[in-house]
């Protein structure tokens, strides 16, 4: 059962929605406007734990961020993918996250800028991450030493530039981490109508116009948009995380289906009345446990053990 602090932090959630919704303060009249609100918010409320350092850096033309400190081992690392509908967040939205992560798990994160949709719809953002993976191996980086990670959006991307990888026969990471990956752009799961009600973060006509801003000309099911329509033949282990009342379930239970049927390895756990990304919300017993959770796997993919 989730915690009383997850359940009075859930409760907040829905109330600060209704709030912002009353207000109009979600429909900001312009794509810009929206993600300003959303990365100045964050600036201002999400505070990175101490011990931590954040270096800038121009990758190929791209913003990008390494996260680590004192104890992070040298050669290997995690490529860390926002999520944010392909549309919006940030580094600055995602640097918290992607700070626990790092501290737990001992390994360093690189957290790149990839290009938004729907200015740059599919295959920007794809594209964009196989340039930073290039990059990392011609760094030295030996792909057995990187693992793609993400959430929401930044999941499915994960994904997706796996296949994209396997496709064109090139080394693969040793391993994928999603946290609630939106895999299944074509809304067609039933947790889409079955957590309408009880999601406090997500609507599903939202969502819907989202994909279409992110697909562009391409087909909602094509499968490096929607994953969950892929063959995952050949795939890295896979990890997943989601919450039971977030309307991307059926999204996070297909991906691992279709990937189990492929004899992949994967690891999916759900967690009961979590939500979307719920491991962003400091505060709450639930998402420090998933981090750690994540971090283990992170430590048995490099058999790190429980040192760092």
């Not at 859930?10 to 207000?23: D, E, M």
């Not at 270096?55 to 990008?64: D, L, N, T, V």
């Not at 360093?108 to 949709?117: G, I």
Request: hydrophobic share 40%; net charge positive.
């Amino acid at each position: 059962m989730p915690t009383l602090k997850s359940y009075f932090l859930k409760k907040g959630i829905q109330l600060g929605v209704r709030r912002l919704k009353r207000k109009k303060t979600l429909k900001v009249t312009g794509v810009e406007e929206q993600r300003q609100l959303l990365n100045s918010t964050a600036k201002r409320w999400i505070k990175m734990p101490p011990n931590c350092t954040v270096e800038s850096a121009q990758i190929e033309g791209m913003y990008c961020e390494w996260i680590s400190n004192k104890q992070t081992v040298k050669n290997k690392v995690i490529l860390y993918l926002h999520g944010g509908a392909y549309g919006y967040c940030s580094a600055d939205t995602h640097r918290t996250l992607a700070a626990r992560i790092m501290i737990e798990s001992g390994v360093k994160v690189l957290l790149p800028e990839y290009r938004l949709a729907p200015e740059h719809p599919f295959p920007a953002a794809p594209e964009d991450t196989l340039v930073i993976y290039h990059w990392l191996l011609d760094q030295g980086y030996e792909p057995s030493n990187i693992i793609f990670a993400g959430d929401s959006a930044g999941g499915g991307l994960s994904v997706a530039s796996t296949l994209l990888l396997r496709d064109r026969n090139e080394p693969l990471p040793a391993a994928v981490i999603c946290l609630s990956p939106w895999a299944d752009l074509t809304s067609s799961g039933p947790s889409y109508s079955k957590n309408r009600e009880k999601d406090p973060y997500l609507n599903p006509e939202l969502v819907k116009v989202a994909a279409q801003a992110y697909a562009g000309s391409e087909s909602l099911d094509h499968n490096l948009i929607s994953p969950v329509f892929a063959d995952f033949s050949g795939f890295p282990p896979l990890y997943i995380q989601v919450g039971s009342i977030e309307i991307l379930l059926s999204d996070a239970e297909k991906l691992a289906q279709q990937a189990k049927l492929a004899g992949v390895n994967v690891t999916l756990t759900v967690w009961k009345g979590m939500w979307h990304v719920f491991q962003m919300s400091q505060s709450i017993p639930e998402a420090k446990q998933a981090v750690k959770e994540i971090s283990e796997f992170v430590k048995k993919t490099f058999e790190l053990g429980h040192t760092t």
